[in-house]
Nanobody, 120 residues
């Protein structure tokens, strides 16, 4: 069974740092783009950062210069390093990945989410 499992969410004070991890498991032929989204209470889910298989990245304006996305293909893992955290970063963070289970058969998978809470 293919799944994405996130870890690293926690309660942290403003100005602090956290590192989120998301590992893909199961029978996967290839992992394409991966990303992190977040959803705060009462708000829509939004893209935080994404990284392609060629390591091109893009970020939401609100996190540029503070967050860094990276991936380790050998470990099938994507990371989100979050620095200078602000209370407005509080949300459930979801991992997202475009996976090919067989050649040409792509599907988007989501993790279960990990809570990040930033106190002021």
């Amino acid at each position: 069974q293919v799944q994405l499992v996130e870890s690293g969410g926690d309660l942290v004070q403003a100005g602090g740092s956290l590192r989120l991890s998301c590992a893909a498991s199961g029978s996967i032929f290839r992992i394409n783009a991966m990303g992190w989204y977040r959803q705060a209470p009462g708000k829509q889910r939004e893209l935080v950062a994404a990284i392609t298989s060629g390591d091109s990245t893009n970020y939401a304006d609100s996190v540029k210069g503070r967050f860094t996305i990276s991936r380790d293909n050998a470990k099938r893992t994507v990371y989100l390093q979050m620095n200078s955290l602000k209370p407005e970063d509080t949300a459930v963070y979801y991992c997202n990945a475009n996976l090919e289970l067989r050649v040409g058969q792509r599907r988007v998978y989501w993790g279960q989410g990990t809570q990040v809470t930033v106190s002021s």
